[in-house]
């Protein structure tokens, strides 16, 4: 029997979309439906369909393996563990209205790792197999604990590939942190709301700590160069900034990628940010309107390439399958392998979302701890919900093969795993996404196709981007 | 303005159609739809007829691509994650 591993979804006026399991995809007319609904496919459409992997005749056993290529191309697995995100103290010097992990104040006691806490994660570093390590120190704010990082990125050294993120407010930067700033392999993350009245009210509070931030970033990016800090904008989505206003901020500091990210409905934003449980149509078309006001600079000064990370993210998953791990995207999404988050107290958590939860008392997702290991029950129980191919919703959604699965996600949300798919934010967010990005692939502007091709790290432009049947 | 147009089934196609007609509703959530026993109605703002018209090719198709897919589909996962 003929099998035809393709999807449909009707695009724009005169464009249907038809995606194969294994990603590749093209526009039609809606005469190609009609045709396939009325069984009176000609010879053309046939060809061009066997052609292009959408179909695989019975008995075809080449066609058949490159399908199975195809779906296995998509599919992640998870290697050994190599992605570590630590918490090294859960105390923080600032006190944000929407913070994700309800930190604790700077001089509460009990809240850093302790001297066995400590000797359980670097024997957990001594046991890691592979060649390669990434450690993100998450607070809390980590640098309030220079000595732990210190401990941890010595016992670092045996890796041959080696990465640090510290995520840190700047709030201070002294001679002990600079130091530590200055190992090259070291990177720096924080947030940068906007310009500085907007930072001062969802983080800094006081005009003097909103100076001291912004003396700091600039400092860091002067000393090191911006290819060592990334920034992030958290959005409060009843009231975004300006959006040339927050392209502005960040360009002027060198920064040319911005990673939008409404307020995730977690931590303190439970209670104070409630709205953002759900995105709303205005969100989504703020983010449209950023990214065509990046893709217009883009166009205007081609001197530099500014990006909108996540959207740049989605546009390599349908081009460059395996090209990149981002964790919040990707299936099957097995937790607690390859990456595994270690709170202040030694809990194992296998995402920071699933910390957050726990932290905010909604579910415990706690895999285990580093003493004693977290393989078993809980994690393999997870595990059963980690991928979007079994899912009806999923299976007939035409951006199957590019999405993911965020079950932690859809319990902050909805306290289960088993809300209906399509009517998750997480599924939302993405088919409003891949319908956006897909417009954009077939749009007909130079300067769409030029910004595009930079975020594929293409080295030139095509004429076009996506196939199309006449 | 809002617009709708009508799209009939016959008893062959009615178990594909009723579950294209149920999945269209989430997947353009733009959409109305109202499911008769032997049509559908696509209502939509947005949307004028001609759309109306290849959103349901589309939705339709997609169906029948699933229904008709399932079992080799099955088949492909079991032998890669097996």
């Known amino acids: 029997m003929t099998f035809l591993p393709l999807r449909a979804r009707h695009l724009d006026h005169g464009a249907t979309l038809w995606v194969g399991d294994g990603g590749g995809f093209f526009r039609s007319s809606p005469d190609l439906a009609r045709r396939m609904l009325g069984q009176a496919l000609t010879q053309q459409d046939r060809a061009f369909l066997r052609a292009g992997g959408f179909m695989i005749e019975a008995g075809d056993r080449l066609g058949n393996a490159a399908f199975l290529y195809g779906l296995a191309e998509r599919a992640v697995q998870a290697g050994t563990l190599d992605y570590l995100i630590l918490v090294p103290t859960l105390r923080c010097n600032l006190s944000c209205s929407y913070c994700q992990v309800s930190r604790v104040g700077e001089r509460q006691p009990g809240f850093d790792w302790s001297d066995a806490t400590l000797q359980a994660v670097l024997d957990t570093l001594d046991r890691l197999p592979g060649e390669r390590i990434k450690i993100e120190f998450q607070g809390g704010e980590p640098t309030l604990r220079p000595d732990l990082l210190r401990a941890v990125i010595a016992r670092c050294q045996r890796f041959a590939e080696r990465q640090f993120v510290v995520c840190s407010n700047l709030q201070v930067i002294d001679d002990e942190i600079l130091a530590l700033f200055d190992n090259p392999e070291l990177y720096l993350s924080t947030s940068l709301d906007g310009d500085a009245l907007t930072h001062q009210r969802h983080r800094t509070g006081t005009p003097m700590q909103t100076d001291r931030f912004f003396e700091n970033l600039r400092y860091v990016i002067e000393r090191y160069g911006p290819e060592k800090v990334s920034a992030l904008p958290t959005i409060d989505t009843l009231a975004p900034p300006d959006i040339d206003t927050l392209i502005d901020s960040y360009a002027t500091l060198g920064l040319d990628s911005i990673f939008l990210r409404p307020i995730n409905y977690q931590g303190f934003a439970r209670k104070r940010h409630r709205a953002s449980r759900e995105q709303d149509g205005s969100w989504r078309s703020y983010h449209e309107r950023f990214v065509r006001a990046i893709i217009a600079r883009n166009w205007e000064d081609r001197s530099r390439v500014l990006e909108e990370s996540y959207t740049s993210i989605c546009l390599r998953r349908i081009f460059q399958p395996g090209a990149d791990r981002h964790v919040d995207l990707r299936n099957p999404n097995p937790l607690g392998y390859d990456y595994v988050v270690i709170d202040h107290d030694g809990v194992v958590y296998p995402t920071d979302e699933a910390r957050m939860l726990s932290r905010s008392g909604i579910v415990d997702l706690a895999l285990g701890d580093v003493f004693s290991g977290w393989a078993g029950e809980r994690r393999d129980l997870l595990n059963r919900h980690a991928s979007n191919l079994d899912d009806p919703g999923c299976q007939r959604c035409t951006y199957q093969p590019f999405c993911g699965r965020d079950l932690v996600d859809d319990l902050a949300r909805y306290g289960r795993i088993d809300h209906p798919r399509l009517q998750t934010e997480f599924c939302r967010r993405h088919l409003h996404l891949f319908d956006f990005l897909f417009r954009l692939i077939y749009e007909e502007s130079p300067a769409v196709r030029y910004s595009l091709s930079r975020w594929l790290r293409l080295d030139g432009t095509p004429d076009g981007l996506g196939p199309v049947y006449a | ?82």
């Open chain 2, 1 to 82: 303005m809002a617009h709708s147009a009508r799209f009939a089934f016959d008893l062959m196609q009615r178990d594909t159609a009723v579950s294209a007609a149920r999945w269209l509703a989430a997947f353009y959530p733009e959409v109305g739809v109202g499911l008769g026993t032997d049509a559908v109605e696509l209502q939509s703002e947005r949307r004028d007829t001609d759309e109306l018209g290849a959103i349901w090719a589309a939705a339709l198709a997609n169906e029948l691509l699933h229904a008709r897919g399932e079992a080799a589909r099955r088949a492909a996962r079991e032998a890669l994650f097996r």
